[in-house]
């Protein structure tokens, strides 16, 4: 005998936990199925991040909505999430890139959106003592900042549970037939609707429904340092190059920031690229000399999908009845998880988007 729920999920990494968690609250009956065990991929490999600094303008409005919730996690999933809002700062190395942020920043404010500030030399020497080059200054998210991966999906995971959401472990997802009124998931599972939340999977899934939508692969590389002496300040990232850097509560550094590392979406496995991610661990070397003795502890991969615009796909199939996408978040979705939930569970009940998402929709891909 099938399953029968209102909604069945695939994926279950935060942004199909995320889902189930506000569908359940809803009411909805819910089942996410999760091929390998829930959390597996991007959304426990990730660095943590909590950004809205430099984000596109196309998502910043849920970016923003997200950064609310960040603060409000502990209540709204009665666990911690380890968020921290140290800031984020994107440092301009040379009065070229402080000119080119200031006017990217002077831009965001006359548009109403007061999140970024660009901060001068002796303030960003402040912010970050260990700064070692003469930097012209930094463009500024104060409220910025960044959480623990594995709490924030813990909490989600077991929020949705006690809100009612039942985990499929082990269940790969590969035939999705429509009948009259549901779909039918391998005869396992009937449900009216289905979010693809299959994150680097999701493409390939979107193609068995007839849903061409463009979607590469990315295999971000971090680096985990052993503990140092406190690095205080807010995230480090730079123009013009792929770093994100902090200190955890543990005291390492965390460094990642987009080098990219080998990925095999068939075995699902991936690989370090240790050639790219020495060149990579330059420039945190440059801007940081005081870190040249301090070792590596750890280094991993983790497989996400790309889309070509690097904009998530969040919406409804133009072509498909009871299907909803949700992934494609291009190396920057652990910030958007809180409210990609509240999107899908406002679509899915067929309510008008609280938030802009026009170019987020699948059909973007078909004009
Ligand atoms: C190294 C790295 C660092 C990052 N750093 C940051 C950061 O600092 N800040 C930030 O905002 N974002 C960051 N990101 C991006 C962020 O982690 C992702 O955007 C986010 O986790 C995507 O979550 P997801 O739920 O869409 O995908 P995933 O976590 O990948 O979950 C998708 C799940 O679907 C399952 N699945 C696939 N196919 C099927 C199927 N057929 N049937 C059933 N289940 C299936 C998979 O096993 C997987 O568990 C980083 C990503 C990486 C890889």
């Known amino acids: 005998m ?52 430099n984000r596109d303008r196309q998502e910043l409005d849920l970016g923003l909505a997200a950064l609310t919730l960040w603060s409000s996690l502990p209540e709204m999933l009665d666990e911690d999430c380890g968020f921290r809002p140290v800031g984020q700062v994107r440092i301009a190395r040379t009065e070229t890139d402080f000119a080119t942020e200031a006017a990217r920043v002077q831009a965001l404010q006359s548009d109403g959106y007061t999140h970024e500030e660009m901060i001068n030399a002796n303030d960003l020497k402040a912010l970050l003592p260990q700064l070692g080059p003469e930097c012209a200054g930094a463009s500024y998210a104060r409220n910025d900042g960044a959480a623990d991966p594995h709490l924030t999906l813990r909490a989600f995971r077991r ?67 052993e503990r140092t002496s406190p690095f205080p300040g807010p995230v480090v990232g730079c123009v013009g190059a792929a770093l994100s850097l902090k200190q955890t509560t543990a005291g390492t550094l965390v460094i990642g920031g987009g080098v990219q590392g080998r990925a095999d979406l068939n075995t699902g496995r991936s690989q370090v690229d240790f050639e790219r991610l020495a060149i990579g661990l330059r420039l945190p070397l440059q801007l940081f000399p005081c870190l040249e003795h301090v070792r590596i502890t750890r280094c991993w991969t983790g497989i996400e999908a790309l889309t070509p615009d690097h904009l998530p796909v969040i919406g409804p199939s133009p072509r498909r009845e009871g299907v909803f996408y949700c992934y494609g978040f291009s190396g920057h979705g652990f910030e958007l998880a809180p409210i990609t939930g509240f999107v899908l569970a406002d679509l899915i009940a067929g309510h008008a988007p609280r938030w802009p998402l026009k170019a987020l929709c699948p059909s973007r891909f078909w004009k």
């Open 159 to 225: 929020a949705a549970e006690r809100a009612g959401a039942r985990m499929m472990e082990g269940v790969t997802v590969t035939q999705l037939s429509r009948h009259n009124t549901y779909w039918d998931l391998d005869g396992i599972v009937h449900a009216p609707n289905i979010v693809v939340a299959a994150g680097a999977w999701s493409g390939s899934l979107a193609r068995s429904l007839g849903d061409e939508l463009p979607s590469r692969v990315r295999a971000s590389m971090m680096t985990v340092t």
């Open 2 to 53: 099938a399953l029968q729920v209102d909604v069945a999920i695939l994926g279950g990494g935060l942004h199909g936990l995320s889902c189930a968690l506000q569908l359940a609250r809803q009411g909805a009956e819910v089942v996410v199925l999760e091929r390998d065990w829930i959390g597996r991929h991007a959304s426990t490999a990730n660095a943590g991040g909590v950004r809205t600094l």
